[in-house]
């Protein structure tokens, strides 16, 4: 975790690494109060497979992360759809839109992020417990953590899902998620906001003593 700042100017100039951001993470499944000070992500958009491949076999920050974690995990992600902004930028360029294709069949992850207003963070948080609790009680959610740039204000949630089926049921039949969904509209609690869904295509390593994808 001592390392996050010192990784940062690395990380900008890393050849291929279009878009990317240090994250810390949470205890909870979902955006939570709480901190895990041992655990932290890297969310990394890249240009081509191979500036992936050069990074993890001869950066310094891979180097580093890999000699001193007692476990790590990495998936490879293709973007499906995305809606919204992360920084003022689209992440994954105008391209992929946000609107849903077919069921891609299989596994699904889910990124949602967001900066809190000020004035909303006190309704936010306390909304975060029944979400959780949802989060949960999913059979079909694979694996899912808290993740955020800033303390409180700027925050995520990763997810992996058994299929785009299971996604739904979470996002349109669990009473507290629906019910947060439309406080947020309505009471504006966001100042930017972002969701994307992706199909992973490959993963390593184990998050809590296995791989959620295997």
């Given at each position: 975790m001592r390392y996050m700042a010192f990784d940062r100017p690395v990380l900008r100039s890393?050849?291929?690494?279009?878009?990317?951001r240090l994250l810390g993470s949470g205890r909870g499944t979902s955006?939570?109060?709480?901190?895990?000070?041992?655990?932290?992500?890297?969310?990394?958009?890249?240009?081509?497979e191979r500036a992936l491949e050069e990074f993890l076999k001869s950066s310094p920050v891979a180097a580093r992360w890999r000699r001193e974690a007692r476990e790590s995990w990495q998936v490879r992600l293709t973007p499906l759809t995305s809606r919204g902004?992360?920084?003022?930028?689209?992440?994954?360029?105008?391209?992929?839109?946000?609107?849903?294709?077919p069921d891609p069949g299989g596994p699904v992850a889910v990124?949602?992020?967001?900066?809190?207003?000020?004035?909303?963070?006190?309704?936010?948080?306390?909304?975060v417990p029944g979400v959780?609790?949802?989060?949960?009680?999913?059979?079909?959610?694979?694996?899912?953590?808290?993740v955020g740039e800033w303390p409180l204000a700027r925050q995520a949630t990763?997810?992996?899902w058994r299929d785009a089926g299971a996604v739904r049921d979470f996002a349109y039949r669990g009473h507290a998620h629906r019910g947060v969904v439309g406080r947020t509209r309505a009471e504006n609690w966001y100042s930017e906001e972002l969701f994307?869904?992706?199909?992973?295509?490959?993963?390593?390593?184990?998050?809590?003593?296995?791989?959620?994808?295997?």
């Open positions: 890393t050849p291929g690494l279009s878009f990317w955006m939570s109060l709480g901190a895990d000070l041992r655990r932290w992500a890297l969310f990394a958009v890249w240009r081509e902004r992360w920084g003022g930028v689209e992440p994954f360029g105008p391209g992929i839109g946000g609107t849903p294709g990124l949602t992020r967001a900066s809190i207003r000020p004035s909303r963070l006190v309704p936010f948080y306390r909304s959780d609790r949802l989060l949960r009680e999913q059979d079909g959610c694979l694996a899912s953590v808290g990763f997810s992996l994307a869904r992706f199909v992973p295509y490959g993963s390593e390593g184990t998050w809590n003593g296995a791989d959620p994808l295997a």
